[in-house]
């Protein structure tokens, strides 16, 4: 078979959301609201990576 060019990032998008966590009253500290993202399969938040996402090249 011929080799695709893939790019992984169409499958995060699948399974992962952009969202918005937004702390409007903290005792001790800043108020305020930080972009994150949401996986699906693990239901969690992590950071949003900085670097862009590479494509890689796969053969069916």
């Known amino acids: ?10 499958v ?4 992962q959301e952009n969202a918005e966590i937004i702390v409007g009253k903290n005792r001790n500290g800043e108020v305020g ?7 699906k399969q693990y239901s969690r938040f992590c950071d949003i990576a900085t670097t862009p ?8």
């Not at 078979?1 to 169409?10: D, P, Q």
């Not at 995060?12 to 399974?15: D, I």
């Not at 609201?33 to 996986?39: K, P, R």
Request: proline fraction near 0%.
């Open 33 to 39: 609201s930080i972009d994150v993202l949401f996986q």
């Open 53 to 60: 996402v590479q494509s890689t090249e796969f053969k069916e």
């Open 12 to 15: 995060f998008n699948k399974l």
């Open 1 to 10: 078979a011929e080799g695709k060019e893939y790019k992984s990032e169409h």
